[in-house]
């Protein structure tokens, strides 16, 4: 079964304002960790922000937030004022505390920001 | 400062042929390492994961074996490789992230993207 969802392939944003990136999960683990990465067309990945299953707030880096809904099991990344720099793909990606080692990865969603 | 390397970044190999693909990590010690590869416009399919010299946990079965030689060294290797090894392979670390309460790969290698021919 899908443990990471993100059903968007594609966004398109206009420079400047915001976007939503999208991401549910499934786990019955009560103890987990939610992870947004980008990688620029260079491959690279870039940890971007973090969200514990216990945190009793959002978490925030800057212009990176994330909505954590965690009765709908959903961790959205919000970029708020996006640039032209923006534009990589977006992976959500959890660890389970019952699973150790291992980090599951989305299929990601390709941000396109327009000028 | 914590960095990782990762060699060679591109590589073309024909059918059957061996490979070796290494990642060093330097301004840490002891850390977990891993092995990921990327399909084509996917995401990232954990193959190997280290918790320390010569542990090596392997999550899917395939061609592919790990080697941790040395507490900051993780080599990927093949005997033969197939042409459905081709992909994106990233080698990456683990930190504690979130008040030290959790773990992530927050630093990865600049990848390896293999071609097999």
């Known amino acids: 079964a899908q443990k990471i969802t993100q059903t968007q392939p594609g966004m398109f944003v206009q420079e400047k304002e915001a976007v939503t990136l999208d991401c549910t999960y499934d786990t019955s683990d009560p103890s987990y960790g939610l992870f947004w990465y980008k990688q620029p067309s260079s491959g690279e990945m870039i940890f971007l922000i973090y969200?514990?299953?216990?945190?009793?707030q959002n978490a925030t880096e800057g212009r990176y937030s994330l909505n954590f809904q965690k009765a709908r099991k959903s961790a959205n990344l919000v970029i708020s004022a996006s640039q032209l720099g923006d534009s990589a793909m977006y992976f959500c990606?959890?660890?389970?505390?019952?699973?150790?080692?291992?980090?599951?990865f989305g299929a990601g969603t390709r941000l396109f920001v327009k000028a | 400062s914590q960095t990782i390397h990762q060699w060679p970044a591109t590589l073309v190999q024909p059918v059957g042929s061996p490979l070796s693909l290494e990642c060093t990590v330097e301004g840490t010690s002891n850390p977990n390492l891993y092995w990921y590869r990327q399909a084509a416009g996917r995401g990232l399919q954990l193959l190997f994961y280290?918790?320390?010299?010569?542990?090596i946990s392997s999550e899917v079965p395939q061609n592919l074996s790990a080697s941790r030689p040395q507490d900051r060294q993780f080599i990927l290797s093949s005997k033969k490789l197939l042409l459905s090894d081709s992909g994106f392979y990233l080698c990456?670390?683990?930190?504690?992230?979130?008040?030290?309460?959790?773990?992530?790969?927050?630093?990865f290698g600049q990848g390896t993207r293999l071609t097999v021919v």
């Open positions: 280290s918790v320390g010299i010569g542990q």
């Open positions: 990456a670390w683990s930190v504690l992230v979130g008040g030290r309460r959790d773990r992530t790969e927050a630093f």
């Open positions: 990606a959890m660890r389970e505390r019952a699973g150790g080692f291992k980090t599951i």
């Open positions: 969200q514990g299953s216990y945190d009793q």
